[in-house]
């Protein structure tokens, strides 16, 4: 299974809900549009992860790219996560540079705040 998603806009960020897997092979494809839809904006976006059901070290790699844009941009890059993804990201030890959230609602709660 590959990698496939959609991508809503609201009023002050988007939101790409993803499914399947994040790896070597669909994160060059992955990274070319979220680029692409963060540098349109809006700034703040919001990637749920939370039906993804493998992430490796490209996709991991993807992440901080597309993290370190958006706070280039003057914008937040918030992943809703998974065990799976949160796993990953611990293991590596980014917790704390990507912000991860429990749900969507917490994720757009705190870009208001």
């Known amino acids: 299974m590959s990698l496939r998603g959609t991508r809503e806009v609201r009023d002050n960020c988007q939101l790409f809900r993803l499914t399947g897997l994040l790896d070597a092979f669909s994160e060059p494809t992955f990274r070319k549009v979220l680029e692409a839809k963060i540098g349109e904006g809006p700034n703040n976006t919001i990637l749920d992860l939370s039906q993804i059901d493998f992430i490796d070290s490209s996709g ?54």
Request: cysteine-free; aromatic content about 4%.
């Open 60 to 113: 991991l790699g993807a992440l901080v790219q597309l993290a370190k844009q958006a706070q280039n941009a003057q914008g937040s890059f918030q992943i809703v996560s998974n065990a799976r993804v949160t796993q990953a990201v611990k293991l590596v030890r980014l917790e704390k540079f990507l912000s991860l959230q429990g749900t969507v609602d917490g994720a757009i709660k705190n870009i208001k705040s």
